[in-house]
């Protein structure tokens, strides 16, 4: 579980609603047929602009922003310098065993590709190809959170354009015209809130989701391609480290003086 995303979520959410009630009556601010017209409206745009595949994995997507870990990178910079020194002792099919073990999938191709003597241009191409297209699938799912963050505000204006159509068609009577402008405006209120605390933070998330996952890819590909040209293990490691940040960089080095304290 992503806590920074359920903290954020929950706290924007007391906040605002703690405004709400504090500052008045908040059954004034629940309007059903507003909802109707600003998430339902905004929903089946939605569906419209995408296509049906990726509106199916839309529930999926949107875990990914609550529920996805950081990646460790620090561990998977020892696992690849690990596969480096075993190599460099047992030749690279060596490494044929540990990559049908491996979890990641993109890794394991990885590997595979080195063992199976393919030419590291060839590997380099294929991988980083694989990585453009995951790219592109994240900008392709982010791109629903986007657009929803566009046409959330856009479809509660359009409520707001409704209620005051049906308020000045009311105009004989003055007494209506206060709560007919407040329950036309609630639409306005239901778009910008869904927009800024559900869409828009979500879409940021995913999109640094998708960088945490791509640099991860391409550091898989810096040691892999480091491995296969044989080099050495130490130099390997320092290649990886350019990926992490210091605070990392500083765990890693405490892990090796933790190991080295463990073999004495």
């Known amino acids: 579980m992503d806590l920074a995303t359920i903290i954020g979520l929950s706290l924007s959410l007391i906040l605002v609603v703690g405004g709400i009630v504090v500052g008045g009556e908040a059954a004034a601010f629940v309007n059903l047929p507003s909802m109707l017209i600003t998430i339902g409206g905004t929903m089946g745009a939605v569906i419209m602009a995408n296509p049906m595949d990726r509106i199916k994995k839309l529930g999926k997507i949107t875990r990914v922003a609550f529920f996805s870990q950081t990646p460790d990178l620090v561990s998977l910079v020892q696992t690849i310098v690990s596969f480096a020194e075993k190599a460099r002792r047992e030749g690279l099919l060596a490494l044929e065993a540990d990559a ?77 015209l206060g709560p007919g402008m407040a329950v036309a405006l609630i639409t306005t209120f239901y778009g910008s809130f869904m927009a800024n605390i559900f869409a828009l933070p979500t879409s940021a998330k995913l999109a640094a989701r998708s960088s945490e996952e791509t640099v991860v890819r391409e550091l898989m590909v810096e040691g892999v391609l480091a491995i296969q040209a044989g080099e050495n293990p130490r130099i390997v490691e320092e290649k990886l480290k350019v990926f992490l940040p210091p605070e990392q960089r500083k765990e890693l080095e405490e892990r090796h003086d933790n190991e080295k304290g463990g073999e004495e």
């Open 100 to 176: 049908s073990e491996l979890d990641d999938e993109f890794l394991a191709k990885s590997i595979q590709l080195v063992v199976d003597g393919t030419d590291p241009e060839l590997v380099k191409a294929i991988l980083d190809t694989e990585i453009s297209v995951l790219e592109e699938r994240h900008a392709s799912n982010k791109g629903m959170f986007d657009t929803m963050g566009e046409l959330f505000p856009a479809f509660g204006m359009l409520g707001t354009l409704i209620g005051l159509i049906a308020m000045l068609r009311n105009l004989d009577d003055p007494g209506s």
